[in-house]
């Protein structure tokens, strides 16, 4: 009798959590929701918008990453593959942006179901370092493809501002509110996936996969499953940046630079937690961007050092993070 | 035993590399009882455990659960059947609390969420863990992890579980702690087969011993039988006659 009690006041107690837990996202998302109203200045606008599109990246890669502990360093893959899929539908095709990023995030999610089935019986760095070279290959075949501009990449035509073709030349507020969207479905989904059998099931295949095996969990599915939820929202985000931007090369969409753009917040913020990407994307993104237009010229070199510099603060204060990257709680485990 | 054994190795065998770790194993485990499976070190009773368990494949012979021949299921699906395991250095999932521990093991029979925390809450009430539901798995102290280990194996709801050297190593009154949870859990209706070394620890508790010995089945029968059967006596102590 007393067991029973202390369990379903053990379940409502967890119950109030998680809905807390969602009105404050509700909250936060409403209120940011209302900051076009207050901010009319276009530089700061582009930064909060590629703030909150990193954000939503990198919850995506959290999904494989954080959750499931399957480090990959090669998600420009997805982001370039949303990006020309949406662009090519756009430009040769006239099909509209929305039905781009769903078509460019299923084509991504059956890409990583397929690059999946060969990688995923490489461990640890050997998968990352699968995931870098894939993501290579992919650059350099864009890189040489005609039909898809080749080096040159893809413009977007000119047109009147229009939610239908995602095309907005002067004021940025409703790319604001469309990725402040994306983000909060991307945290909705993390949230509900959160707590579902998945989300038990990666987080047990991340820590210790023969356990996890022994409990009934499919290793294998389980990261194919993780695979092309987060290749679906990162192909998403790679679409909006193509509109955002109204031009495409391989090198903006499909670059090594993006896939650490997409881990780092996450490493920053708290690796496989669901508030870890946007702070991390929060403090990472601001400073980048700010750094890279105060110190000018190309930029390339600065925004490593900012890396570097950011993730030594970061190890120094706060390593959880940054800890749950290194195998060797694996390693220990497995002897 | 007259009924249908739930569990029977028939000619299992399994070799690593030209090293023969267990040769010609026959045996059956029958509902209801706790069997002890004991041995010298390197004897392979652990590799048993992990045929049974469906870790790595049996390289001949067959394996047959609940009238079943499971010799080609992997890990998972051994559970989803009804086969739960420990293992001998505990393997926790550390980034996890003690109750999401658990519930990974639930959500084999209660796919919803809530109904697996409510049936993990259930599980570490029964283990002795109901105080340590919201630790990180990493914080808890060996003998804990061990509980742990049986908790998340007796969520997934099996029919037979092994236990691999749960009672090793602790203090005596931790020992007593976990002699009196294997015999609940039998109590419950679950066909228990634990690996132990040590003799004294398990022989009070077993209804049955199977001794291997170099990866052979040594001897079988009653605790009493097996602490005289001048084999076992041979091969923990070495026989007076045998040079070495």
Redesign the interface.
């Known amino acids: 009798m007393d067991a029973s009690v202390s369990v379903s006041g053990a379940i409502a107690a967890f119950r109030r959590d998680r809905w807390r837990e969602m009105a404050l996202a509700g909250l936060l998302v409403a209120a940011a929701a209302t900051i076009p109203l207050f901010v009319h200045d276009v530089y700061t606008m582009n930064v909060l918008i590629l703030t909150l599109l990193y954000a939503a990246l990198s919850q995506s890669w959290n999904i494989l990453s954080g959750y499931c502990g399957q480090i990959s360093l090669g998600h420009a893959l997805y982001f370039g593959l949303g990006a020309y899929t949406t662009s090519i539908l756009y430009v040769h095709f006239g099909v509209l942006p929305w039905f781009g990023l769903a078509i460019g995030g299923a084509l991504a999610a059956l890409v990583a179901l397929a690059l999946g089935a060969m990688c995923f019986r490489l461990a640890g760095h050997y998968f990352t370092i699968a995931t870098i070279v894939i993501a290579e290959i992919g650059l350099t075949l864009i890189h040489n493809w005609d039909y898809a501009g080749a080096a040159m990449g893809i413009q977007w035509p000119f047109g009147p501002d229009s939610w239908a073709s995602l095309q907005f030349a002067r004021d940025k507020t409703p790319y604001f509110h469309f990725v402040l969207g994306l983000f909060a479905v991307t945290w909705l989904v993390t949230w509900v996936i959160e707590e579902s059998r998945w989300g038990y099931w990666w987080r047990a295949v991340k820590d210790n996969a023969p356990a996890a095996e022994s409990l009934g969990v499919t290793i294998f599915s389980s990261k194919m499953m993780a695979a092309a939820i987060s290749a679906f929202f990162t192909a998403v985000g790679g679409g909006f940046y193509a509109a955002f931007l109204s031009y495409i090369d391989p090198d903006s969409v499909m670059s090594f630079r993006l896939s650490l753009l997409m881990a780092l917040p996450a490493v920053i913020g708290g690796i496989g937690t669901l508030w870890g990407p946007v702070i991390g994307a929060a403090v990472l993104i601001p400073i980048t961007e700010l750094t890279r237009s105060f110190i000018g010229g190309t930029g390339a070199g600065t925004d490593l050092i900012v890396y570097g510099g950011l993730i030594m603060v970061i190890a120094l204060a706060r390593p959880e993070g940054l800890l749950s990257l290194l195998p060797s709680r694996s390693r220990e485990s497995r002897t | 035993m007259t009924e249908a054994a739930l569990l029977t190795c028939h000619d299992v065998t399994r070799v690593f590399d030209g090293l023969v770790a267990n040769k010609d194993i026959s045996i059956e485990i029958h509902q209801g009882e706790i069997v002890g499976l004991i041995g010298p070190n390197g004897a392979g009773k652990s590799t048993l455990f992990n045929l049974i ?1 469906g ?1 790595f494949p049996v390289t001949s012979g067959c394996i047959m659960f609940g009238g079943r021949d499971i010799t080609g299921l ?3 699906a051994r ?2 059947a009804g086969i ?2 420990t ?1 001998q ?1 505990p ?6 609390s003690v109750l ?1 521990n658990v ?3 639930a ?2 029979h209660y ?4 109904a ?3 049936k993990a ?2 599980v570490l ?1 029964y283990a002795g863990l ?1 105080g340590r ?1 919201a630790h990180p798995a990493g914080d808890l102290t060996p003998p804990e992890r061990r509980r742990l280990e049986i908790a ?2 007796i969520a ?1 709801e099996p029919r037979l579980l092994l236990l691999d050297e749960v009672l090793t190593g602790l203090t005596p009154s931790e020992s007593r702690e976990g002699v009196d949870l294997v015999r609940r859990i039998r109590e419950s209706g679950i066909t228990v087969v634990m690996v132990e070394h040590v003799m004294e620890v398990v022989m009070p508790l077993v209804d049955r011993a199977i001794v291997l010995n170099l990866g052979e089945v040594l001897a079988e029968g009653s605790p009493a039988e097996i602490v005289r059967d001048p084999a076992v006596i041979g091969a923990y102590l070495g026989t007076r006659n045998h040079a070495a």
């Open positions: 368990a870790s992997p890990a998972a559970c989803h739960a395991r293992f250095v393997r926790s999932f550390d980034s996890m999401e519930i990974v093991g959500l084999v796919p919803r969420s809530r697996a925390r409510v809450l259930e009430d109901s539901t998340r194996a997934t």
